[in-house]
């Protein structure tokens, strides 16, 4: 992560890959019964919404930086801006 607080791609694909592992720890949890259902869905709930934030703030990384531009200033969007879009 950069000084300014902005990730590159490496940094966003490596938050990707964490929340991803954790997803996948989660529903082991819940699969061995050492997690409610309801933890679980709000747990996966709230990953879903970061991960749709990672996602989101790469695919504009990557248009600017196709366009020419420097991708350097692309924050994550808040989470109702990111869910409002359909992909």
Known sequence: MAADGSMDETDILARIDEYVGEEQRLRE????????REEE?????????ALDQCWDLLRRRRA???????PG???????????????
């Open 29 to 36: 949890r819940y699969r061995r019964d050492e997690l409610a």
């Open 41 to 49: 869905h709000r747990r996966l709930e709230a990953l879903e919404v």
């Open 64 to 70: 600017r930086l196709e366009a020419g531009g420097d």
């Open 73 to 87: 200033g692309e924050r994550a969007r808040p989470p109702d801006e990111v869910e409002g879009h359909l992909q």
